[in-house]
């Protein structure tokens, strides 16, 4: 039976600032054919999701709406053609339709969900798609274009070292650029052997000298601003960047000589057109890696909280990225 009307976060406005959002009652959608109901359990707190409360995402939902991208949660109930056997099942999901998963119940596409074995924790499943699936898309670009070494940015984030383990797996070196001395311990104890501090005078010179011992030819940027341009300039001739966050929120400026002279190129990644553009086995293959290397697709868990306080969350959560995920339990 699914309730009329459930507790969730709403957003009323896209506005700059952490501090519009509401908690109230809202109703819960009838599933279509091929939905499902999910009561979720948690749901993370991501860039993307700070990004889109804010209007600055690659889509904006009409309001009033429930942020949120992704979540775990057991499937309450299923739409009339959906797969019956869902029902009861423990899973990871994606937030399809009309509203996001921070709030009790979550309606979604039946593509849009993937059920869990045992031997993933709820902690792991709250945040088991767009992460690992954007890491795993990225690190096989990078194994298709036969990569020996990959540059990466915002490397001490949850994704950051994603891409590390799985380079670490399919045996790419990594160069990774942090921004503050206190994520190099870290990034060292999982293992990373190239860690440049992007705040360091010596920092593009370093950048440069390492692309080239290292043959690194791509490299993938969560940042933006100056720091992409910076990467960009340091890649040895004929290389490609391939932005995939903003997290500096300022535009990035190069020069031309890069891609005239030096036949460099700058391309976007978005998981969304990479779910879109991929076969179904691909997609199937990268699933299958995810759950079979879960170890390597872990994010550290900074707190959980009720519904109730996602505000708090969202500020606690920005004020410390590198400190782990957030949770919103309902
Ligand atoms: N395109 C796609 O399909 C896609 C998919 C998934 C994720 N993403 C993007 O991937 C990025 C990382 O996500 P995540 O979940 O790994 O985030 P996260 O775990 O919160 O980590 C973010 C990391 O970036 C660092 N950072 C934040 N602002 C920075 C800045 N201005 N300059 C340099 N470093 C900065 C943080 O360090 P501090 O602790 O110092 O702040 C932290 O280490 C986000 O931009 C997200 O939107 C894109």
Redesign the pocket.
Same mark, same amino acid.
């Given at each position: 039976m699914i309730p009329a009307a459930m507790r969730a976060v709403i957003l009323r406005e896209y506005q700059a600032g952490l501090d519009h959002l509401s908690v109230d009652d809202f109703p819960i959608p009838q599933p279509g054919d091929h939905d499902v109901i999910v009561k979720m359990t948690s749901a993370p707190v991501?860039?993307?999701d700070l %990004?889109f409360i804010q209007g600055r995402y690659g889509f904006r939902r009409a309001l009033p709406t429930v942020p949120g991208f992704e979540g775990s949660g057991v499937i309450l109930a299923v739409g009339a053609q959906a797969n019956q056997t869902l029902i009861g099942q423990r899973v990871a999901c994606l937030a399809t339709r009309a509203d996001g998963t921070w709030a009790q119940y979550l309606c979604t596409g039946e593509q849009d969900v993937i059920p869990l074995p045992n031997s993933i924790s709820d902690d792991l499943a709250a945040?088991l798609l767009?992460?690992p699936?954007?890491a795993w898309?990225m690190v096989d670009l990078a194994r298709a274009s036969g990569a020996k070494a990959i540059v990466q +940015? %915002? %490397?001490?984030?949850?994704?950051?070292?994603?891409i590390m383990r799985l380079c670490q797996r399919w045996g790419i070196e990594t160069i990774n650029?942090? #921004? #503050?001395e206190a994520?190099i311990s870290e990034l060292e104890q999982s293992g990373a052997r190239y860690i440049l501090n992007?705040s360091e005078p010596t920092f593009d010179k370093h950048l440069r000298e390492l692309c080239v011992t290292l043959g690194a030819h791509i490299a993938f940027d969560?940042?933006?601003?100056s720091?992409s341009a910076s990467v960009l300039r340091a890649l040895p001739n004929g290389s490609t960047l391939i932005i995939?966050?903003?997290?500096?929120?300022q535009p990035a400026q190069f020069t031309v000589d890069q891609f005239i002279f030096r036949a460099k190129q700058v391309r976007?990644?978005?998981?969304?057109?990479?779910m879109r553009d991929v076969s179904s086995e691909t997609r199937a293959e990268a699933l299958m890696d995810i759950l079979a290397n879960s170890e390597d697709f872990t994010?550290p868990i900074a707190g959980r909280y009720p519904l109730e306080q996602a505000p708090q969350a969202l500020q606690t959560?920005e004020s410390?990225? +590198? %400190?782990?995920?957030v949770l919103l339990i309902p």
């Open positions: 991501h860039p993307s %990004a945040a767009v992460n699936l954007s898309a +940015t %915002a %490397a001490a984030g949850a994704l950051g070292k994603m650029i942090i #921004r #503050r994520q992007s969560a940042v933006g601003g720091l995939y966050g903003g997290l500096d929120g976007g990644f978005w998981l969304s057109h990479w994010s959560y410390s990225m +590198t %400190a782990g995920k």
